[in-house]
């Protein structure tokens, strides 16, 4: 690989470097999208074979979750070696056909960089654990013991239990945020830098076009090891681990979310900048200073481009007056920065089932709060299946993968409900998934919501997503623009949109009851092509139950 130090490639002045912001990501978990090969397991072929169905969506880009070389201990997410595809998912060569076809069909393609930690048995961990004195023995966290043998502070790792492990060879213990099969890389240590951004290099060499960042504000931790401090109960919540997690007991300002990383978040930004028109977006995971930690890192346009934190992705329902609170909080605390908004991914229950199930008609409720997601101010990810508004899978406990739902079942059932395979044939075995026995079992209750069934259906979800992101695209007021919100009670919500000339009104009624919103004097010009019902005339705008309005006041 180049060093990461030097450049090897120069904007295009011609290319639009703004392209992320407001850009609709459209997220594959690999395993679970399209089996080519007849394995149960899905993979890069399978995702080229599907592009077609992604471009006609209208979505600007793909974010592939991770499939380097791995001993999947957590699927991926403990990465073996960064430069290579695992054969699980195909080759180098697959990954390069699959970068050239989305480009064709006018996608971005993002991928997953896991920096914060690697598998255990990486190269370099099995180096750095072999003694106290090779040259990668600082290139993980590692700490002594305390007097009694126990381990150096408090810290927990979000999948249950101490954040330490033991290690024998060197007689210390490592640290782990998250499975002791993940061993934390050390970022103060320049040289582990230098390699994660030569890493970098070598995808962006490869034609990405961006980034996610997992777990972004874990990279940086204390030097000083202090104990974390408790938090107060009427504190804690549940949008980082759940409820059951005794880690949402601890105040986490020593393990994670470090001033230092802002630095490493500079020298990354700086490398992307070399190129044509690159981004990034951090996960950030922080229950307590979730939006404070995307303002810093978002900052300036000097670190990356955009990060989600899990205000929406939490339990806790979508409601009107918390869609303004975040927005109006997020506004103070990061007039400069940008946000990547979404209500599902890989990690958590899918909205379908959080929030829709007990709707009056779950249909046109997840059509309403998809229109409110790509009409907020910001980026948008929509995960796989959440445009068939597919709901979270029952599985039985033999039937888990997931370390997280096998440790703290049934409280917790982990993450596996949501990663099921994605249904395109009603009719066809395993939803047309795979022709041989899948990874995870594809519902039956998902089967009459495949691709087949809701194409060409003007009244399915799927053809609303795909209506509603055309409607998006004629009007860069909902990608770009500044938002302003209207007062509104109960149920609705409403503001204007405005970039350049446009200004454009949006109102939304998130209950099954009619609503009345008085957005302003004048006329009200609905605008068309979205699929809500318009209205024109004066007074106030008459939504039905789950409805929605677009439009200009004259």
């Known amino acids: ?47 080229v074979q599907r592009l077609p169905y992604i471009a006609s969506l209208g979505v600007d880009a793909i974010w592939i979750s991770p499939f380097f070389k791995s001993p999947m201990k957590d699927f991926g997410y403990d990465v073996s070696d960064y430069c290579d595809v695992d054969p699980m998912f195909g080759t180098l060569a697959d990954f390069d056909a699959l970068v050239a076809e989305a480009h064709r069909l006018g996608l971005k393609v993002m991928i997953d960089e896991v920096l914060s930690h690697t598998a255990d048995i990486h190269p370099w961990f099995k180096e750095s654990r072999s003694s106290r004195n090779n040259p990668k023995a600082d290139w993980y966290v590692w700490a002594d013991a305390k007097p009694d043998g126990t381990p ?123 190129y044509p028109a690159q981004a990034a977006v951090g996960e950030v ?52 920065g940008w946000s990547c908004w979404a209500f599902s991914n890989h990690d958590v229950m899918r909205v379908a089932s959080r929030w829709a199930a007990n709707e009056a008609d779950p249909t046109a409720y997840l059509k309403v709060i998809s229109a409110l997601l790509m009409s907020l101010r910001g980026s948008v990810c929509i995960y796989q299946g959440e445009e068939l508004g597919l709901g979270e899978a029952e599985l039985k406990f033999e039937d888990l993968q997931d370390p997280y739902g096998i440790r703290f079942w049934p409280e917790f059932k982990g993450r596996d409900g949501c990663r099921t395979p994605m249904v395109w044939e009603a009719a066809a075995k395993n939803g047309g998934f795979s022709a041989a026995k899948p990874w995870l079992p594809v519902p039956g209750k998902h089967l009459s919501q495949a691709v087949n069934v809701q194409q060409g259906d003007a009244n399915s979800l799927l053809e609303h997503y795909r209506r509603f992101l055309a409607f ?61 019902s318009g209205q024109t005339g004066s007074g106030p705008v008459r939504l039905g139950g789950y409805g929605a309005w677009f439009g200009r006041i004259d």
């Open 1 to 47: 690989m180049q060093s990461a130090l030097k450049a090897t490639s120069r904007p295009d002045p011609a290319t639009d470097r703004d392209w992320w912001r407001g850009a609709v990501i459209y997220q594959i978990y690999p395993r679970s999208y399209q089996d080519s090969n007849g394995d149960g397991i899905g993979d890069l072929r399978g995702i």
């Open 152 to 274: 150096p502070n408090n810290w927990l790792s979000i999948f249950g239990g101490s954040a330490w492990q033991w290690d024998t060879s060197r007689q210390q213990y490592y640290m782990h945020n998250f499975l002791a099969e993940q061993p934390d890389l050390n970022f103060h240590n320049r040289e582990v830098q230098d390699a994660l951004l030569d890493i970098t290099r070598f995808w962006l060499e490869r034609g990405v076009d961006g980034f996610r960042l997992d777990t972004i504000n874990f990279y940086f931790h204390s030097q000083g090891l202090e104990d974390n401090p408790p938090l107060p109960p009427e504190q804690r919540n549940d949008q980082t681990a759940p409820a059951v997690n005794p880690y949402n007991y601890q105040d986490h300002i020593y393990d994670k979310s470090r001033p230092e990383n802002l630095g490493f978040l500079e020298r990354f930004r700086a490398l992307l900048d070399e």
């Open 285 to 336: 995971g922080d229950s307590q200073r979730g939006l404070e930690v995307v303002a810093a890192y978002t900052a300036d346009g000097k670190r990356v481009h955009m990060c989600y934190s899990f205000d929406f992705l939490a339990p806790e329902k979508i409601s009107a007056a918390k869609v303004r609170a975040v927005l109006e909080a997020f506004g103070r605390v990061a007039s400069d």
């Open 472 to 532: 998006r695209r004629q009007h860069p007021a909902l990608a770009k623009g500044e938002i302003d919100f209207i007062a509104s009670d109960g149920d609705t919500v409403a503001f204007t949109r405005r970039e350049g000339n446009e200004r454009i009104v949006c109102a939304f009624n998130l209950g099954s009851k009619p609503a009345e919103i008085n957005v302003g004097p004048g006329a009200l010009q609905a605008l068309p092509g979205h699929g809500f």
